[in-house]
């Protein structure tokens, strides 16, 4: 069995790997130097001459609320031609088992929480990031779609916010855990007084460990074969504000906290129904806190000491 996972050296993609390491599953990894997806031409015949009995989507253009504010045409464009080539190519190459990876940005700003699969499509998208969310919502109907006119058993996963090892921590296109991160060892480092922060510090927030969403995504590889997307989440969530709060701690900041709320906060509360999820027998292991120490320890590692 042959697996390939698209995306190998960004956060999901790269957790994804470990995982199937873990596991003792061998699997390919690919990124934009090894095969570029915007690249028709070139996916079809990199996926015709691999084979891969199993491929996970885990290739796409990212970025926090600023990027994706500012760059809808790439978010939307480069998306929707990342996945369309990279399905369009497994059909081609009879690709068993297809997973692509969507986000939790899929559900309107303004749906009952916690949000459940149901949600989808009955009401208006967040603005801020509404040209990615159309993406992979474009992303979850080609993969019905192949189901319903071919047959196939491929599926779609819907993670929530995720952060860990090979996070982005860029704070121009970053998402907002590993900015945090970034700014409060930055401002420690500094010796300030004081970290300004986004928006109001109010919106609610799911959060998850990338290694499980890895463990999530291998699972629901095996066990997932539904018509519909699936949840992947932890169903607990946090404000941003006491999110900052328990960083800094862990960080070993003791400055104040300031608010820049001429900034976007984004959609006022996002958490995922994770029952689904659950039904099926897995539930994600490593706790918030623990998960932001190892994140923070990553860091560090990387060069970018806590003094």
Same mark, same amino acid.
């Given at each position: ?28 990894? /690919? ?8 690249? !028709? #031409? ?7 001459? *691999?084979? $891969? +009995? ?82 992979? /919502? ?8 192949? !189901? #319903? ?7 779609? *996963?819907? $993670? +929530? ?52 969403l890895s463990e999530a995504v291998i699972f629901c590889s095996e066990k997932f074969n ?37 900034? *976007?906060?984004? +959609? ?40």
């Amino acid at each position: 069995m042959t697996i390939l996972v698209a995306g190998k050296t960004g956060l999901v993609g790269s957790a994804i790997l470990r995982g199937l390491n873990k596991a003792g599953r061998a699997a390919v990894g /690919i990124n934009s130097k090894d095969v570029n997806l915007l690249d !028709r #031409k070139k996916t079809f015949e990199y996926i015709q001459d *691999l084979k $891969p +009995t199993l491929i996970i989507d885990a290739a796409a253009r990212v970025g926090g609320i600023g990027a994706n504010s500012n760059f809808p045409v790439d978010f939307l464009s480069e998306n929707l031609q990342i996945q369309c080539n990279l399905m369009d190519a497994a059909h081609v190459a009879k690709v068993e088992k297809f997973v692509f990876l969507g986000s939790s940005c899929i559900y309107p700003k303004f749906a009952t929480q916690p949000l459940s699969e149901g949600s989808l499509l009955t009401g208006v998208l967040e603005e801020s990031n509404s040209a990615y969310a159309i993406a992979k /919502i474009a992303g979850i109907e080609l993969i019905k779609s192949y !189901r #319903k006119q071919f047959g196939h058993n491929w599926i779609s *996963l819907m $993670p +929530t916010n995720l952060y860990g090892p090979y996070d982005n921590f860029d704070l121009e296109n970053s998402h907002v855990l590993p900015a945090l991160i970034r700014k409060f060892i930055d401002a420690k480092n500094a010796n300030s007084d004081f970290v300004t922060l986004w928006g109001s510090g109010t919106p609610l927030r799911d959060f998850m460990h990338v290694d499980d969403l890895s463990e999530a995504v291998i699972f629901c590889s095996e066990k997932f074969n539904e018509n519909e997307h699936i949840n992947i989440g932890s169903g607990q969530e946090i404000s941003i504000n006491n999110l900052a709060v328990l960083i800094s701690k862990i960080v070993g900041f003791t400055g104040r906290i300031e608010w820049d709320k001429s900034r *976007l906060d984004g +959609t006022p509360r996002k958490v995922l129904d994770v029952s689904k999820l659950e039904s099926y027998g897995w539930t994600p292991k490593i706790s918030l806190e623990n998960g932001i120490r190892d994140t923070v320890k990553w860091y560090q590692s990387k060069g970018v000491a806590i003094k």
